[in-house]
């Protein structure tokens, strides 16, 4: 059974330096993210516009972050893919909180459950299609 799991690659994925870092880099990053989120929900706005603020600003936020700290690259030629990647991040946001909805989740908490599975999709995503080189 431990050779099964010392193996596993998608176990492998997420146990390496890169990983731990983008983690320690994310909670600075949702914390941007969150309280941006949560400042519009409290201002009034529909989840969704809500969503797509925050996205928007964390874009710019995340990828001196994502990109200069954990990927230990940033050059702007790499800011098309990394928007796209948040494009896709955006409607998965989306899509999370509305069936969180559904289930009857507060619209913070549904926010933040979200939140978790996206930076999950966010990292895979960036390391295997924007920041390709620098890993």
């Known amino acids: 059974m431990k050779c099964i799991l010392r193996n596993n690659k998608f176990l492998n994925y997420f146990n390496n330096k890169t990983f731990f870092t983008f983690l320690c880099v994310g909670i600075l990053n949702t ?43 940033s050059h702007y030629k790499l800011i098309v893919k990394f928007v796209l990647v948040y494009t896709v991040l955006y409607f998965f946001n989306i899509l999370c909180v509305k069936l969180f909805l559904l289930m009857h989740v507060n619209v913070y908490l549904a926010g933040a459950i979200a939140m978790g599975f996206a930076a999950l999709l966010s990292f895979f995503l960036n390391q295997e299609f924007v920041f390709v080189e620098a890993v």
């Open 31 to 73: 914390v941007f993210g969150y309280s941006v989120f949560s400042f519009f929900i409290w201002i009034g706005l529909h989840y969704s516009l809500a969503i797509l603020f925050a996205t928007c600003l964390g874009v710019l936020f995340n990828f001196k972050t994502i990109g200069g700290i954990v990927f230990k690259s």
